[in-house]
């Protein structure tokens, strides 16, 4: 640090000249220089990606240039590869190389397709969002509970580190017990050893979102974008210290006064409380051709379901049309022979 102190800016000699002298890296010294203020038409162009981003997240960074210049903003594409990266974002689609694992962090399966949530504190699910400033942005991270939808903890940040992630899990786990099955995506932040040896601690079973596949954790990102449209898109906080009195107050509102129409207009508290109108299931939309629908056909007829023999004839071109994975025609255009 004192021969850093040697180096100045305004000596005769060059920068370059004197770290040389000096024995010191210029990395090192401009690492230590005051950070420039901030850009002004980045944080503008920054709240333009997230607020898009939250309506459509398959959005990658070619596709924003082209909705920022739609909005009147010329933007080239590697600004914008900046600012989505200084946001955590990345458009919901595989990318090169996005097979290779990390040597240090172990890779578990998605458990969860297809497998009903019938009780509190069966699966728990966490994420993290990105959330902006007047002047800058910070990280928000939360837990919650697929049953109920109740958020359980949660914790802002100014960088992506994993230690406010593991202090959120810690404070659920300490207020809520803990759940059999803990779900999330395959960030650093949550395969971290820090992380992951928290919840093997507590004999927690582990799994992890598929790649590329936006539903498997669609309960976190419907609360992203509640918590976005419903609070900070409206107040636009300036400060961390007004965005922690502004969630304080929204989370509170969130579990126990806003009603949840996939909870039958219940609040996340009275079902947590009650055990009763919660529950989820994640239903693979791309099953086999092999496998049947999960849900048969309506029939015209006044009957609970039609027929799905494999060997039946079709009698229309409707109902040869509802394959799997396909949009079911409506009850009207399914014909039945009686």
């Not at 002047?135 to 939360?142: C, D, E, T, W």
């Amino acid at each position: 640090m004192t021969r850093q102190a040697w180096i100045s800016p305004a000596n005769d000699v060059a920068v370059v000249r004197q770290c040389e002298l000096a024995g010191v890296s210029r990395t090192t010294h401009y690492a230590h220089m005051v950070a420039r203020p901030v850009d002004e038409t980045d944080l503008l162009v920054s709240r333009l990606i997230d607020e898009e981003y939250t309506r459509p997240p398959f959005y990658g960074s070619r596709r924003m240039v082209v909705y920022l210049g739609k909005a009147g903003h010329l933007v080239n594409r590697k600004r914008v590869q900046r600012l989505m990266r200084s946001m955590g974002l990345a458009g919901m689609a595989p990318g090169p190389n996005t097979s290779r694992k990390h040597p240090e962090h172990k890779v578990y399966p998605y458990l969860l397709r297809g497998v009903p949530i019938v009780r509190p504190n069966q699966v728990w699910s966490t994420d993290i969002t990105y959330i902006r400033l007047a002047h800058g942005f910070v990280y928000l991270v939360a837990i919650i509970d697929w049953y109920s939808r109740r958020v359980l903890s949660w914790r802002i940040s100014n960088s992506m580190e994993a230690v406010f992630c593991v202090d959120c899990l810690e404070d659920a786990l300490r207020l809520h017990g803990k759940p059999e099955i803990f779900n999330s995506d395959q960030g650093a932040q949550f395969t971290s050893a820090a992380f992951t040896g928290v919840l093997e601690r507590e004999k927690i079973v582990i799994s992890r979102d598929g790649r590329g596949r936006v539903f498997d954790n669609i309960f976190v990102e419907r609360l992203w974008r509640n918590v976005k449209y419903e609070d900070v898109y409206l107040k636009g906080y300036a400060t961390i210290g007004d965005l922690m009195v502004g969630l304080t107050t929204y989370f509170v509102f969130y579990n126990g006064e806003r009603p949840h129409q996939a909870l039958g207009d219940q609040t996340p508290d009275a079902v947590h409380r009650t055990t009763r109108g919660g529950g989820a299931i994640i239903i693979d939309k791309f099953l086999r051709a092999a496998e049947e629908p999960p849900v048969p056909l309506r029939s015209t007829d006044g009957s609970s379901a039609a027929t799905t023999d494999s060997t039946a004839i079709p009698t229309s071109k409707a109902t040869t049309k509802a394959t799997s994975g396909q949009r079911r025609p409506a009850a009207s255009q399914v014909k039945c022979t009686a």
